[in-house]
């Protein structure tokens, strides 16, 4: 069975910053479009940023700027490296992966079309 990773979450202070790993387990996911996704209590999950295969990138307009997804094929790891976190991005952090493809990349910011999920990593900011 696939079976994505993570690894990385903590508590930091705001304004600090933390680097979120993803290693699928498995299977290579070097054509896969990769995803982070979050989840605050209470709250819905949100798209945080995706990267496909090529290196293009995606991020919500909330993380723009602060956080920065990459990947190293060689590795079969994803990473989400977090810069001035906020206490608003405390949430249970999910790395995702994408078989399909598709020509217009809004479809990889909806957690309904990833098929791998992994367990989630917790990060909690502190004011």
């Known amino acids: 069975q696939v079976q994505l990773v993570e690894s990385g979450g903590g508590l930091v202070q705001a304004g600090g910053s933390l680097r979120l790993s993803c290693a699928p387990a498995?299977?290579?996911?070097?054509?896969?479009?990769m995803g982070w996704f979050r989840q605050a209590p209470g709250k819905e999950r949100e798209f945080v940023a995706t990267?496909?295969?090529?290196?293009?990138?995606d991020y919500a307009d909330s993380v723009k700027g602060r956080f920065t997804i990459s990947r190293d094929n060689a590795k079969n790891t994803v990473y989400l490296q977090m810069n001035s976190l906020k206490p608003e991005d405390t949430a249970l952090y999910y790395c995702?992966?994408?078989?399909?493809?598709?020509?217009?990349?809004?479809?990889?910011?909806?957690?309904?079309?990833?098929?791998?999920w992994g367990q989630g990593t917790q990060v909690t900011v502190s004011s």
């Open positions: 995702a992966g994408a078989a399909a493809h598709y020509s217009d990349r809004y479809y990889y910011t909806l957690a309904s079309r990833y098929e791998y």
């Open positions: 990267i496909n295969w090529s290196g293009s990138t």
């Open positions: 498995g299977r290579t996911f070097s054509r896969y479009t």
